[in-house]
């Protein structure tokens, strides 16, 4: 199963980048799972993401890499009540049903819990709009909750590392559900294509 993370951010270094490392980092070791390079949209260009212009190497390359991927960990801070505006610029890149038939992770960081509505009322209705239709539970994160060390680098609080790790065992469910599917599809494939040539065979015998 591929996983890619995706990550709203308009800053390298961010509590919400720091929610999506940490998941990514905890599932990578799980059988059946390949991460993808990630897509941190503001390492884009901002002229071809504003103008949709695809015929921008690393643009392309970064639709293509979702597209590929079976789950999508979206991580996002929450502004005024809503996900970043450089998301929404990514977003409105890929095709109408651009998330259809994937799972999606979302992460997002606000500065009080108040901000938590926003993955629901603004983020989850563009994703479903999208084709998504299997979202798993979300990861909030407050200020507070994703605290910086002294020597100013982020750390976590036991309950965002039960959070996270509720995230991974959703993923890890999602990833035998896929292999099981994966599993049941070749073997149904390999009964219909063996099925002329066994029949042939009969018909020969007899």
Partial sequence: MKIIGLSGSPTPISRSNWLLQQLLAGIESIEGVEVLAPVRIR???AQHLLHADLSD???TEALARVAEADLVVISTPI??????GLLKVF???LPQDGLHGKAIVALATGGSQAHFLAVDYALKPVLSALGARDTLDAVYATDAQVPKDPAGAYTSTPEIDDR???AAQHIRARVTQ???QHAAHTH???IKSGTPARAEALHQAA
């Fill in 57 to 59: 190497k690393a643009l």
């Fill in 178 to 180: 896929h292999q099981a």
């Fill in 91 to 93: 977003l409105d890149l």
């Fill in 79 to 84: 502004y005024k009540a809503a996900y970043s």
């Fill in 188 to 190: 149904l494939s390999t």
């Fill in 43 to 45: 390492e884009l260009s």
């Fill in 164 to 166: 996270l790790a509720r």
